[in-house]
């Protein structure tokens, strides 16, 4: 029963809504009776949205007055949306305060404008997905990613290879929202030019502010590759130049080491045994979704 054994030591009570036969998406928890809901769709209280992408439900908030989400973000949102962000929006590195409770925010580097948010009264870091880590602080509690919680994915991005595939003149396929504008800047800080066809990643790229010159180069969504690369850290690509906006798992670990915290949940991703058991040898008691067993 840990998460009641969290709630008596931190007064913070970590639970899961009920929808249906099943539960909405993530976690949520409550601080001093104010709600807050990580990564979902709207509830009552707030909902913190730590990134734009899809499976973090963002475009399902852009509407609620009660969301938080950095600027970036809520610029991302509103972009791909065609809607204006109605909620609650911060640069990253502000610190926030929402019903007396204050929260810090800090850069996960993810993707633009995706944040963690530290609720330091109660050592709750909450990270969303996360490409760098060093400027996370301390925590009792982290709520964090297990995408590469696997052992087996070990990876370093190959940085040189997308430059050096951009001057051939190679297609790039990259996630529309977030990893392609990362590659954009990447060539653009090469003085490497490139071309954009797909209206989600031209969108991005302009309301972001990256500019670049023209070139033989393209950057396309991944299934559209034919002459180019894949640029994924997943397996299942034949041709592909990792990169990847997530740390690996010996990232995951590294995280952990870094923000020592005394309990990590992992709320997103695919947290393996190994994983729960490395985590466990460093002091730190682990968590799933499956052991938040407050349904409300």
Known sequence: MEILEIAEKTGVLFYRRR?????????????????????TSPGRGYNIITHAHTDHHG?????????????????ILSAISGEN?????????????????EIDTFPTSHMDGSSAYFFRDYGILVTGDVKRFEKLP???????????????????????????????GLELGAYPIGKAQRVARILASNDVGFR???????????????????????????????????????????????????????GIIELIDH????????????????LLQDAESMGTRSLTLKDVNVHL
């Open 138 to 168: 301390e925590c009792e509690i982290l709520v964090t990613e297990a995408t590469y919680g696997h052992p087996s994915n070990r990876f370093v991005d190959e940085i040189d290879r997308v430059v050096e595939s951009a001057r051939k």
């Open 196 to 250: 954009v066809e797909d209206e989600r990643i031209s969108k991005l790229c302009s309301v972001l502010g990256i500019e670049h010159e023209e070139g033989d180069a393209r950057i396309i969504p991944p299934k559209k590759v034919v002459n180019g690369y894949v640029l994924s850290a997943q397996t299942f690509y034949r041709n592909r130049i990792v990169f990847s906006d997530h740390i690996d798992y010996r």
């Open 259 to 274: 923000c020592s915290p005394s309990y990590v949940i992992f709320y997103h991703g695919n947290p393996t045994r190994k």
């Open 19 to 39: 929808y249906g036969n099943g539960f909405r998406p993530h976690i949520s928890m409550r601080i001093d009776g104010v709600d807050f809901h990580i990564d």
């Open 85 to 101: 962000f109605r909620g609650i929006v911060h640069e990253i590195g502000e610190k926030l305060e929402i019903k007396g409770i």
């Open 59 to 75: 475009l399902r908030n852009i509407k609620n007055f009660r969301a938080i989400a950095s600027c970036e973000t809520s610029v």
